[in-house]
């Protein structure tokens, strides 16, 4: 067996091939561009991809062409560990010299491969399909976030030049509010519309739902309006240019969720199993999906684990992990730090999970007494919904895992015990 190792750089890559002694046979570095990629094939020339073992450290996205070319090479997809860069740092920092270089850390990271081997925790590369839709929910998710960014802003806006208008609607982005700023953005230019234009209007936008009573209420509001002037018009042109973004951004999301919806429809038993759980609405499937490999990974590496450490493992403790919901403690001698939750993992996946058990913990039984259970200690709203989020993690590892949808435990389900009568003496 022999060890490969790469250090990924933006323009260059330096690899390091150590025999089955660890001690360092080649080493390479190579432009990545076709003709270095070249060079490595040449380079690699009498290696059977059969025999090594190769290690690349997950530095941005400069490494996914490199590992797209080893599996064209003909190395199996086991035979290549995506590091955490965090690894190999610790790994390099153990030599007391702290020598830092790029040949030097091609060659760290073979020789971590060689020494710890399946015990290292590595990158699961998902497949294209699923690479595809991780690409579309991740954008469709920073428009969401961005239109909620724009949406503040518009807020903004209309503080002073129309603060009556948000408490018109309960929200401000919806498409009546947004039609009716992009035709009159000021109060002077409502209140001097024509009601039937108004209504009209929020008749089409609304769908049938508001008409003539919003449109009066409206015009009202505009002309008892204590919003101050805009002479020149450059609020008005401000807000319209805003409402004009935020329209355009709500197409793209819907147009994306399309995508997402289309290249997710294989997974339709997963994401009916998923919709089963409390607060897990159509974004988090959405998300899950795209983000996270099978149960059956996170299974496998609990008992990886457990044969080594002759511990009992549960892959849903490895899947709190991979979302960065776990606890992290700093400690040293009698001083132990804050406990806080390592955030490690994708942010996706740990945002709509955080946002399901707020929903879950109000809607969920189950949920409800976790988070009633933390909030009688004294814990933060944040925390509690956390540790629901905990759970609802260990929810979705049975419920895919054993391919059964959620079913809410007897003891939520059965009824209180009734009282003993009162009797008199």
């Given amino acids: 067996m022999m060890y490969l190792g790469f250090d990924i750089g933006k323009r260059w890559h330096d690899a390091a091939l150590l025999d089955e002694q660890g001690d360092v046979v080649r080493q390479l570095r190579f432009a990545t561009t076709r003709a270095g990629l070249a060079q490595l094939a040449t380079w690699l020339g009498d290696v059977d991809p059969a025999t090594v073992q190769i290690g690349l450290e997950a530095t941005g996205i400069s490494w996914l062409t490199l590992h797209a070319w080893l599996r064209a090479w003909g ?58 839709a991780r690409e579309i929910g991740r954008l469709r998710t920073e428009m969401i976030e961005l239109r909620a960014r724009q949406l503040t802003k518009l807020g903004t806006l209309l503080e002073p030049l129309f603060p009556e208008f948000a408490a018109a609607f309960s929200d401000l982005g919806s498409p009546s509010a947004l039609a009716v700023l992009a035709r009159w953005p000021s109060p002077a230019a409502l209140a001097a519309a024509r009601p039937s234009e108004v209504t009209r209007a929020l008749h089409t936008a609304s769908r049938g739902h508001l008409g003539a009573t919003k449109a009066g209420e409206l015009r009202q ?29 709500r197409a793209q999301i819907a147009t994306l969720g399309e995508r997402l919806d289309a290249l997710q429809a294989e997974d339709a038993p997963a994401r009916t199993l998923l919709a089963s759980i409390p607060g897990f609405g ?8 795209a983000e996270l490999p099978p149960m059956t990974a996170y299974a496998a590496q609990a008992r990886a684990q457990a044969r080594l450490t002759k511990k009992p493992k549960h892959g849903a403790d490895k899947l709190v992990a991979a979302v960065g919901l776990d606890a992290q403690v700093k400690q040293s001698g009698r ?74 435990p007897a003891r939520f389900t059965a009824p209180p015990p009734a009282a003993f009568a009162e009797t008199g003496a």
């Fill in 282 to 289: 159509r974004e988090t499937v959405r998300t899950w999906v």
């Fill in 335 to 408: 001083w132990q730090g804050q406990v806080r939750m390592s955030k490690r993992g994708s942010r996706y996946v740990r945002r709509a999970i955080m946002l399901a058990a707020q929903t879950a913990s109000r809607t969920d039984p189950q949920c409800r007494a976790i988070y009633e259970a933390q909030r009688a200690k004294g814990k933060h709203h944040t925390v509690a919904v956390s540790h629901v989020a905990h759970q609802l993690l260990h929810i979705a590892y049975s419920v895919l895992l054993h391919n059964k949808p959620y079913a809410l």
């Fill in 75 to 132: 190395a199996p997809a086991a035979a290549i560990r995506v590091l955490n860069p965090l690894q190999t740092r610790a790994f390099r920092n153990a030599n007391l010299r702290g020598v830092k270089s790029d040949r030097v850390d091609a060659v760290a990271i073979a020789r971590l491969l060689r020494w710890e081997g399946t015990r290292l925790a590595t990158h699961t590369v998902p497949d294209e399909r699923q690479a595809a």
């Fill in 221 to 249: 509001r505009a002309a008892q309006s204590v919003g101050i002037a805009d002479p020149f018009g450059a609020t008005t042109i401000a807000v319209q240019t805003m409402v004009a973004h935020l329209e355009h951004l």
